[in-house]
């Protein structure tokens, strides 16, 4: 049985209006004007005329969703907060942990390698995003600084030992004791090294560059800023051609004016749409936990007590619609920088982030105030607006 999904189909470059996506099985058949695809008669019609239909969206730093976080350290928390996900158009994430004593990140990691590839899972769990604790503490904002320690070689093989390729994103400070040298292992290992929480120089940076260093983590916060003087971590990552970097679009981490600044200069194949979700994402304003620090969100702002800014409420979804409403991007770039250049980045572009033929058959189909009505991955409808699981 093939289904046919009817509506403004989201290509890389443009919207084809009267179009449809065919999908047989886990993958994608066929996606353009409804006029060239020939009809078998075997075909299961989903109309959604007047929604977009756009490629199933990749978060690559989501600590939690739904009243869970990834530091809960169970698969329970992992399938549901991939159901959460999958309710706002993520096909495919990142568990990413926090600074915390290495045996909650242990059982945490553990959690992730028993749940990967679980039929459970709505979102999958593409791998792990380690933010921390390998940071500079004066740049900690929401981390515990009494659990950040050097990332010495010791350190590096037992998180390698534990979750080995799983491994996809490390968020690191270059200037920190030991850290050139990880980097270059990391790296080595093919896992992407990414500078945040960092207070370096844009030497530093360089030579982070050199070592493998490839990324920025949430640009502008928890980084050393733009001086004319010393453009550190934020200027390092604007000129640096080699280097991506991700944002989150929810215009209270980041003025849009900053945001349309770095979209200017590294463009959307090198600007990724991140939410750094936390457990809040979903839930009411009240007082949640992140990585075993209060958090209080009032009005979807999530801050500690002191009011430094933990995590967010952002949604992809929400994130597309800022870009393409107050930016004014057209809805396939900011589409490309939610799906397709995470994909890129994490190497699974030839599988996912786009629809195209031969491709899982990862889409959402998108409201025009940017809600999202369904999801399905690898073909099989994990979400479906107003009907409970």
Not at 62 to 84: P, Q, R
Not at 213 to 220: K, L, N, V
Request: glycine share 10%; aromatic share 4%.
């Amino acid at each position: 049985m093939r289904t046919v999904y009817r509506g403004s189909v989201v290509e890389t470059t443009r919207v084809v209006e009267n179009g449809i996506v065919v999908t047989q099985g886990e993958r994608i058949l066929y996606a353009g004007e409804e006029g060239g695809y020939a009809y078998s008669g075997d075909e299961e019609i989903r109309d959604y005329s007047g929604q977009w239909i756009i490629p199933g969206l990749i978060d690559i730093h989501v600590h939690g969703n739904a009243g869970h976080d990834v530091m809960d350290g169970t698969k329970e928390a992992l399938v549901a907060i991939s159901k959460s996900l999958s309710s706002y158009g993520i096909t495919g994430f990142l568990a990413t942990t926090m600074t915390a004593p290495f045996a909650e990140i242990e059982r945490a990691l553990n959690a992730v390698v028993e749940t990967v590839g679980s039929p459970e899972l709505a979102a999958e769990v593409l791998g792990v995003h380690l933010e921390g604790p390998w940071i500079n503490p004066k740049m900690k904002g929401a981390q515990a600084e009494e659990n950040i320690v050097h990332p010495t070689e010791e350190r590096v093989d037992a998180i390698l030992r534990l979750i080995g390729e799983k491994l996809c994103v490390v968020t690191i400070a270059p200037e920190m004791p030991e850290a050139m040298a990880a980097i270059q292992k990391l790296t080595e290992q093919g896992v992407i090294c990414s500078i945040g929480h960092s207070d370096a120089t844009i030497e530093q940076v360089n030579e982070a560059v050199e070592r493998g260093a490839s990324h920025a983590t949430h640009m502008f916060n928890g980084m050393r800023g733009l001086h004319h003087r010393e453009p550190g971590v934020v200027g390092a990552t604007l000129v640096h051609d080699r280097m991506t970097c991700d944002i989150i679009a929810d215009f209270i981490h980041v003025h849009p004016n900053a945001v349309e600044l770095v979209y200017r200069m590294k463009g959307r194949e090198r600007l990724l749409l991140i939410s750094d979700g936390m457990r809040a994402v979903g839930m009411p304003d009240g007082t949640y936990d992140l990585g075993g620090q209060t958090v209080h969100v009032r009005k979807c702002i999530a801050r500690l007590t002191d009011g430094t800014l933990a995590g967010s409420t952002l949604t992809l979804n929400r994130a597309i619609g800022h870009m393409v409403e107050t930016l004014r991007l057209s809805v396939p770039d900011a589409v490309y920088m939610a799906a397709t250049a995470p994909a890129v980045k994490l190497g699974v572009s030839e599988r996912k982030g786009s629809l195209e033929v031969g491709k899982d058959a990862d889409l959402v189909v998108l409201a025009p105030d940017y809600s999202v009505r369904a999801t399905v991955v690898k073909g099989r409808m994990v979400y479906q607006e107003g009907e409970s699981e």
